[in-house]
């Protein structure tokens, strides 16, 4: 599994500013449409404690946390391109590692939580992504859905739009979509690129006049069901 490190510059934005965020893309940088939108589901792991939550929190600057993620509408009942994902992040860049796992496509949905934890945690360890003294700790924390937008440009600086975020709580006794979603108010863009992009990034930002923010989804959804408190 490869290690490409990259930059993610995070955006939180109400409805005007990104407008702001789609004029300023359109006039001053060679975006273009990289993919279809698509749904985006992700399902968090932690341990009991949290520790994923509370490096973050505490801004480590070497930390990881682990999900499942996949594509398609859950209305619709289809899980696509189902992979065990480790993002990891060391100072200011970050990597991600993932394998496809078929083999849960069909389960994801329709059994208990609970029946699912001890598969994954042996996949993740199969695989390398997780190591023997997590191997019994981790558990199912949060379900993220999203609508994705991808943009690219000539240099390979990608842009990602996400609207109509929504959180759900999970149960080990209880089916994944069996939470009423709560629906997260504002958008998130991310400009993402390689180290050697860096200062061409930097050059084609000085023409934004909106701020990045420091944002993980991931403790923005803990928030919103009450698990951590994150601002």
């Known amino acids: 599994m490869s290690q490409d490190y990259r930059y993610e510059v995070k955006f939180v934005l109400n409805e005007i500013q990104l407008s702001e965020f789609e004029f300023w893309m359109a006039a001053q940088t060679s975006m273009k449409e990289a993919y279809p939108d698509r749904v985006v589901n992700s399902l968090y792991f932690d341990d009991s404690d949290y520790r994923a939550a ?18 398609g509408n859950p209305a619709d009942g289809r899980v696509l391109d189902l992979r065990l994902e480790r993002k990891v ?3 200011r860049l970050g990597f991600k590692q ?3 796992l078929q083999t849960l496509e069909e389960k ?9 934890c001890d598969e994954c945690r042996e996949e ?8 023997g003294d997590l191997l019994s700790q981790l558990i199912p924390t949060l379900y993220v859905s999203y609508n994705r937008q991808y943009y690219q440009d000539i240099n390979n600086v990608r842009i990602t739009v996400d609207r109509g975020i929504e959180f759900s709580e999970v149960r080990a006794n209880a089916k994944l979509l069996q939470s009423r979603p709560i629906l997260y108010s504002k ?3 991310e400009i993402k ?10 050059h084609l930002m000085k023409s934004l ?5 420091r944002c993980s989804k991931y403790l923005h959804g803990l928030s919103m069901i009450g698990t951590a408190v994150y601002i």
């Open 193 to 202: 690129f390689s180290p050697d992009l860096k200062d061409n990034v930097a």
């Open 209 to 213: 006049h909106i701020a990045p923010k």
């Open 124 to 131: 993740f360890f199969r695989i390398g992504l997780l190591r």
């Open 89 to 91: 992040r060391e100072g």
């Open 108 to 116: 994801l949905l329709v059994v208990k939580l609970a029946d699912l």
């Open 54 to 71: 509370r490096d973050n929190l505490t801004g480590l600057p070497n930390r990881e946390k682990f999900r499942f993620r996949w594509y």
């Open 187 to 189: 958008k998130i863009v």
């Open 98 to 100: 993932s394998c496809r």
